[in-house]
């Protein structure tokens, strides 16, 4: 997620817990009962009749992940209804039930079960369908979501997103073996009587080292483009998540296998990659993923377009140093509004290319027209009605 040390039935209840004023419009919090059993907090702006766009955020993220870009939705592109989830177990959504889900954390955050979340929000919010825009772990429930319920789903966009963490070195190493179930879980199980993960699941990584807002601050929640008060405010969100959250997710990233899924994907889809993301590389995160929806595509399921961000690669270091990375969205919110609103108005990104300014890493610049986009239109074009895509694509023609 950040720079690390080296290596359905309708929901029943809304109750408004806060709102706040940005560009003229109201950012409404509020939280909704889900028939899922989960008690979801969300953000919602923008245009109540407009076209809806649900934002998901990455690994111990919350809707606060979004809301620079969904501020920039609002204040420069009209016609959008928003909303940023916090995700089960993530800032002020509540966490699955402790008794089916302590001794295995996993069996409750399954990416299904994230996705079956989104859609009882959906059901609750009378979203018969939506943009999707998922970053990181969030762009794993997302793919869920359009393989698994494409007919609620208008348009894809993935953000530093991957197709198999079956050997991603940050999910397997970094996190699982050397934090997670590492020194957190040897810093508890010294307890006496202590069982792992049953007895952590309610506690938060402050239990198992009271010193973690630091340690977040050199390994984890980091990112040298970002605004240093968005760093700020989401450090400590971070160290209160519960480990029952950061178990169970990542066991299930470090499980994650959609190569084959994906050649079967019908939702035409955004990606959006940075140079400097040193969690989903080039090779192999990208080149898998492309790899199956070029399978997509050609199979005239669907059609993508890949976008890259920024100009210099990743460093010999391996950790972002001076361009965007993987959280591009903290990095350039404007940039990936404009080319949310772009993909939704037109299904193209623009043709602009943002990066971090070599003199001042956290000054981003655009240079006009210097984008690279890739990707393939498959057998056809996505329709585009009235400035809203349909997702639906027209038949193959018969050769």
């Known amino acids: 997620m950040r720079s690390m040390h080296p290596l359905a039935s309708m929901a029943v209840a809304v109750i408004l817990t806060g709102a706040c004023a940005t560009s ?7 939280s909704a009962r889900l028939s899922t059993g989960v008690t979801l907090r ?32 609002v204040a420069s592109h009209s016609g959008l209804r928003l909303f940023a989830l916090d995700a089960r177990g993530h800032g002020g959504s509540s966490m699955p039930e402790e008794a089916g889900c302590a001794s295995a954390p ?7 079960d994230f996705a079956a979340d989104v859609i009882a929000f959906m059901d609750h919010a009378r979203l018969g369908r939506a943009h999707v825009v998922g970053h990181s772990m969030g762009s794993a429930t997302a793919q869920e979501l359009a393989l698994s319920h494409p007919d609620r789903l208008l348009s894809l966009v993935l ?33 006496s009587g202590f069982r792992w993960p049953e007895d952590a699941y309610n506690l938060t990584p402050l239990d198992a080292d009271p010193g973690v807002e630091s340690w977040n601050a050199r390994n984890w929640v980091v990112d040298p483009v970002a605004d240093p008060e968005l760093i700020d405010a989401v450090n400590p969100e971070t160290a209160h998540t519960r480990l029952g959250t950061w178990i169970g997710t990542i066991r299930n990233l470090a499980a994650v296998d959609n190569r084959d899924r994906l050649t079967r994907l019908t939702v035409p889809t955004l ?12 090779q192999p995160d990208q080149a898998r993923l492309r790899a199956s929806l070029d ?5 005239c399921r669907t059609s993508y377009l890949f976008k890259t961000y920024g100009k210099r690669p990743l460093p010999a270091s391996g950790q972002q140093e001076d361009d965007l990375g993987h959280n591009v969205q903290w990095g350039a919110p404007e940039a990936v509004a404009a080319d949310i609103a ?10 602009d290319l943002p990066y971090a300014d070599p003199n001042d890493v956290r000054r981003v610049r655009v240079e006009r027209g210097g984008a690279r986009i890739e990707g393939s239109n498959g057998c056809a074009t996505p329709r585009w009605r009235d400035g809203r895509l349909d997702a639906r694509l027209p038949p193959k023609e018969a050769s």
């Open 24 to 30: 003229g419009r109201a950012f409404e919090t509020r």
């Open 42 to 73: 969300y953000v919602e702006a923008g245009d109540p009749d407009g076209a809806p766009v649900v934002f998901l955020h990455g690994f111990t993220d919350t809707s606060r992940s979004f809301l620079q870009t969904m501020q920039a939705l």
């Open 106 to 112: 996993e069996r409750c955050f399954e990416f299904a």
């Open 159 to 191: 953000i530093a997103s991957f197709a198999s963490g079956l050997d991603n070195p940050v999910f397997h190493g970094f996190l699982k073996a050397d934090t997670i179930e590492g020194a957190w879980k040897s810093a508890l199980v010294r307890r």
């Open 271 to 282: 990606v959006i990659w940075a140079t400097q993301d040193n969690v989903f590389l080039d």
């Open 295 to 299: 399978t997509a595509a050609s199979a």
């Open 342 to 351: 772009a993909f939704i108005e037109t299904g193209r990104p623009t043709a």
